[in-house]
């Protein structure tokens, strides 16, 4: 079954830079549109950067000039560069995998999250 792993989380101070990664398998990764969600305590998830598998990519409104997203397929990874961290910012980080085919459905894969917290 596909699994996600994300590492690259911790504390940093606010104007602090992280990058995150996450790394598949059992998957055919390069097939898969890649995206980073949050969740801050109390609040909904929500979709910070996305990346298809072409290689465009969209951002949250809020991290737009912040946050950069990368992909290398070689690697079986995508990556989520953080800079000019705001405390707002603090969440859990969630990598996800994402395929729709017209015959087999529906593909979505979860990683386990990992914390960033921006904090002086």
């Known amino acids: 079954q596909g699994q996600l792993v994300e590492s690259g989380g911790g504390l940093v101070q606010p104007g602090g830079s992280l990058r995150l990664s996450c790394a598949a398998s059992g998957i055919m990764f390069s097939l898969y549109d890649m995206g980073w969600y949050r969740q801050a305590p109390g609040k909904q998830r929500e979709l910070v950067a996305r990346?298809?598998?072409?290689?465009?990519?969209n951002y949250a409104d809020s991290v737009k000039g912040r946050f950069t997203i990368s992909r290398d397929n070689a690697k079986n990874t995508v990556y989520l560069q953080m800079d000019s961290l705001k405390p707002e910012d603090t969440a859990v980080y969630y990598c996800n995998a994402f395929r729709r085919h017209s015959i087999i459905g529906v593909r979505n894969y979860w990683g386990q999250g990992t914390q960033v917290t921006v904090s002086s």
């Open positions: 990346i298809i598998n072409g290689g465009s990519a």
